[in-house]
């Protein structure tokens, strides 16, 4: 396997990890580097394994940890121990990060995932480039932005639409508005027009020790930082 080969299945570990879009980092011109303590090849597996001390990099990203793999005929590759990977705006860490070709990316043990002002916790997080930025947190987690934070039990959403679904204790906190709320399902839809929050289940919302109840409530957030309730 020639070196040019070896390089570009790495590339793709470092977009798996920095959570960019494979097809910029695909095509990018920029000279990529690989460093470890030991590097292996099976020609009838098609596996390649880097071990001790690994490092990528291609242009301003980078990808660190203790162990990594990617299989050329199957286009899927890991990344464990101490994962840490930067890359543009985004930044992440975990215990280990599996990318299945271009479309499913995986980040698995202590995530941090930050992006912007924007930063996502929790156990495992699942990143769908080519479905709107979808990531998927289904044994939950906590998204902090200025404007607050978003918990639930199990959690989808849209990065790009900052559309968040939150399923089983979800909660919401928003201190620049003065108001909390909480539900078994809630909706947050960040880019609209007004941007609004839906709650179903066991709905509640506090704002100046005031507090409504209902089954089904929705809350638009005023630019005033007014929550009007539904």
């Not at 910029?24 to 009838?44: I, R």
């Not at 199957?74 to 994962?83: K, L, P, R, S, Y």
């Not at 930025?133 to 939950?140: C, F, K, N, V, Y």
């Not at 289940?201 to 507090?211: F, H, L, R, S, T």
């Amino acid at each position: 396997m020639t070196k040019k080969k070896l390089y570009r299945g790495i590339l793709l570990l470092l977009a798996a990890g920095a959570f960019s879009t494979m097809a910029s980092a695909a095509g990018s011109n920029e000279p990529t580097s690989l460093t470890a303590d030991s590097l292996s090849y099976n020609t009838q597996t098609g596996l390649v394994t880097a071990e001790n001390n690994v490092r990528m990099e291609q242009g301003t990203g980078h990808i660190e940890g203790q162990r990594a793999t990617y299989n050329i005929k199957t286009q899927e590759g890991t990344v464990e121990g101490g994962v840490h990977a930067v890359r543009d705006d985004m930044q992440l860490s975990c215990d280990r990060l599996f990318a299945a070709g271009q479309e499913h990316w995986q980040a698995i043990g202590s995530v941090r995932m930050v992006k912007a002002d924007r930063t996502f916790t929790g156990p495992q997080a699942d990143y769908y480039p080519g479905q709107g930025d979808r990531i998927l947190a289904a044994s939950g987690g906590t998204i902090t932005s200025a404007d607050g934070t978003f918990s639930a039990d199990h959690i989808e959403g849209w990065l790009k639409e900052e559309h968040y679904i939150g399923t089983g204790n979800a909660h919401l906190v928003s201190p620049p508005r003065d108001m909390e709320g909480g539900g078994d399902r809630m909706d947050y839809y960040g880019k609209a027009e007004r941007p609004y929050v839906v709650l179903d289940g066991n709905a509640w919302v506090i704002q100046a020790n005031n507090i409504a109840r209902s089954n089904h409530m929705t809350v638009y957030l005023a630019d005033d930082g007014t929550p009007v309730t539904e």
